[in-house]
């Protein structure tokens, strides 16, 4: 039986996409997140309730804090650096794989740093065209992308277990959560497979995901109002009810981690129930994972 949890509205700027929320700066109380249709990236600071943002030239699929300051953004002509000042500076794109052609326009969608400071990258199509997408890595200060899983159609939720030595991953439409073996470099991943699938009938897909320090991880789900937590052996042990349908991502934050930060998105839709696209905020009574920054 699963733990119930519940919410309050954490910000109630709404967003088209909300997505990608990360915490960082002193006591992880700088949480950021995109909306990522509507060209913004925006924040919140946990202790003092300040908020701000800026907008970016283009769709804007991830904002990841970088160690120095500023951001890597996931615009669909990037990823890119931006400085603290706003200057950008552009890294190399998927023009640099090896027959790496889009069939159908495409942009970035999720994305993390590991532990060792590699930038993971997905893509979709804006149709949704299936296996259109791929899994990306780019270590820092190198000249290319390397693509490291193909045939996705939504790249969507990552992280890593606490030893380093397993890599979950979400693409969406495989309707899935899937486990690969992280190698001892920290880097290789192989031997894919799925850990859990959503139920026949069930309309929840699997979104964006955090992991906390007992390895559980805490799954948003697209169509479902909710974020599970899923335990080592996959089971559901806690159930978070979001008032909003659509659940994008999720991230720890605070200066203990204990607090999950929950990020919606109002899809355009003229009915949508009234927190649709607003971020909420909660105490799951477990501490999560720091998020990594990028090291560049």
Excluded at 85 to 97: A, C, E, F, N, Y
Excluded at 250 to 279: R, W, Y
Aim: aromatic share 10%.
């Amino acid at each position: 039986m699963s733990t119930k949890i519940s919410v309050e509205v954490f910000d109630e700027r709404k967003c088209l996409l909300g997505e990608g929320p990360t915490s960082s700066g002193p006591g992880n109380n700088h949480v950021m997140w995109v909306n990522i249709l509507e060209n913004q990236v925006m924040w919140r600071n946990l202790e003092t309730g300040i908020a701000g943002g800026y907008d970016t030239s283009e769709h804007v699929s991830f904002a990841i804090p970088r160690t120095h300051g500023g951001e890597v953004l996931g615009t669909v002509s990037g990823p890119v650096l931006r400085d603290p000042d706003g200057k950008i500076h552009q890294l190399p794109t998927r023009s640099t794989v090896v027959g790496d052609v889009d069939t159908t326009p495409t942009r970035w969608n999720d994305a993390k740093v590991s532990r060792n400071g590699d930038l993971w990258l997905g893509t979709m199509a804006y149709d949704v065209e299936p296996h259109a997408g791929a899994l990306y890595r780019y270590t820092p200060n190198s000249s290319f992308l390397e693509r490291i899983v193909s045939d996705i159609t939504i790249s969507n939720g990552m992280d890593w277990s606490f030893k380093n030595d397993a890599f979950f991953y979400i693409d969406t439409m495989a309707l899935s959560i899937d486990r690969f073996d992280v190698a001892a470099d920290g880097r290789t991943i192989s031997n894919r497979r799925a850990m859990w699938k959503v139920p026949e009938g069930d309309p929840a897909l699997p979104d964006g995901m955090a992991i906390d320090e007992q390895d559980g991880l805490w799954v948003a789900f697209w169509g479902g109002s909710v974020v599970r937590r899923f335990d080592k052996d996959f089971r559901i042990t806690a159930e978070i009810d979001i008032p909003a349908p659509f659940v994008t991502s999720c991230v720890f934050a605070g200066p203990d981690l204990d607090t999950l930060i929950i990020t919606t998105a109002h899809n355009g839709q003229a009915d949508a129930v009234p927190q649709s696209g607003m971020t909420f905020i909660c105490k799951p009574g477990v501490k999560g994972v720091a998020t990594n920054l990028f090291p560049m």
